[in-house]
């Protein structure tokens, strides 16, 4: 029986994943990490019986333990590094909602586990570090985005110098019809296929959840930018596209269902039953597919200028994306200023190439000039 542990698992990846393994029988997770969540994390201690349990933010360290949690606590990110060295497990999910972990799942990469990656910024920051390293230990990494996972599995067996593009989908977000005068916070958390997490529903409103996994696709799979593609399908049905320099074009489908990609992930490339719906073919009336609007969702554009730039402007691009989030979630900023405040800062940072300590700093940097601008 194969080991796994969760970094994030009370998020909803995380949560999701722990439903797929139950559901799969052949794995076993030994290990949990939260960031703060900790009394949701206390209830899944009890649920799942690990051997060992990871908490970021020390504060919640004593009420962790408070709750009767008797298994051992890793406290910090120093502390998630250690849980992965200590239990020898052989998956590691990594599901936080931020860069959280970079070392732990290096570590991961260093002693061969399987990697599948649910934190889009890890790469968006730390893609050239993380991708090396994955080639020097010939790790496996598989994506659990929908749409980095349906490109991952059209690409199977394929050469990469016979794609033409990789194609990625966006529903549109909540604005995709409407205009964004007047938007209130209500209107950008109803997303109209997903339910996700309240930053990640802002980045689908701003399109820059998209701009990210642009980025992200750059890293998994080696492509240019000019090489990947966005285009908006409402339907959210198809998860993503490669083309193909023959004009074949390859296309995965089904319903939107974090559980697919997850149980993918943890299977590859061996598939087994899942309890997911099937998508019925017949029913399918109509599927749409249009180019994004750059002018009313400038966030996109911003992402390809920063992968272009490279260095550390992709860090500082979702660490000053992290920070306008945030204060407009406080309502201390519009809707309407996220991209413009974003613009701002990449402007004015000065990028270079460094560790990943480096990119920290860049990224710190990025949200103190955020708070400076809105001050």
Wanted: include cysteine.
């Amino acid at each position: 029986m194969q080991k796994v542990i969760i970094l994030g698992s009370t998020g909803s990846i995380g949560c999701n994943a722990i439903k797929v393994i139950r559901s799969l029988g052949h794995l076993k997770i030994v290990g949990i990490a939260a960031f703060k969540q900790h009394r949701r994390l206390a209830d899944q201690i009890k649920e799942i019986k690990p051997r060992m349990v990871g908490i970021i933010d020390r504060n919640q360290y004593k009420a962790l333990k408070a709750a009767g949690t008797r298994v051992p606590i890793c406290v910090g990110e120093e502390g998630v590094g250690e849980m992965i060295e200590r239990l020898d497990a052989d998956i590691l999910i990594c599901a936080f909602a931020s860069a959280l972990g970079i070392h732990g799942i290096i570590k991961g990469i260093e002693k061969r586990m399987r990697i599948c990656l649910a934190t889009k910024e890890i790469l968006v920051s730390f893609g050239d570090i993380l991708m090396k390293k994955v080639k020097q230990y010939k790790a496996q990494l598989f994506p659990i985005d929908s749409e980095h996972s349906a490109i991952f599995q059209c690409l199977e067996g394929r050469h990469r110098k016979h794609v033409k593009a990789i194609i990625l989908t966006a529903s549109g977000g909540p604005f995709f019809k409407r205009s964004l005068k007047n938007v209130t916070k209500a209107d950008v958390l109803k997303h109209p296929v997903w339910n996700m997490g309240k930053k990640i529903t802002v980045d689908s409103a701003t399109m820059m959840n998209k701009g990210l996994e642009v980025i992200e696709a750059h890293h998994l799979f080696d492509m240019p930018p000019d090489k990947i593609r966005v285009v908006i399908h409402p339907e959210a049905l198809c998860h993503s596209l490669v083309e193909f320099i023959d004009a074949s074009i390859l296309a995965q489908f089904s319903y939107p269902d974090m559980r697919l990609p997850i149980q993918y992930a943890l299977t590859a490339p061996q598939r087994r039953s899942s309890c997911i719906k099937h998508l019925n073919v017949s029913s399918i009336k109509s599927l749409h597919f249009f180019p994004p609007n750059l002018k009313k969702f400038p966030c996109l554009q911003y992402a390809y200028e920063a992968l272009t730039i490279g260095k550390s402007m992709p860090a500082v691009l979702n660490a000053a994306n992290a920070a306008c989030v945030e204060m407009f979630l406080k309502g201390r900023i519009s809707f309407r200023e996220i991209p413009r405040i974003i613009y701002k800062t990449m402007a004015l940072h000065s990028p270079c190439k460094g560790t990943i300590e480096d990119y920290r700093a860049a990224e710190a940097w990025a949200k103190q000039t955020v708070r400076r601008i809105t001050c």
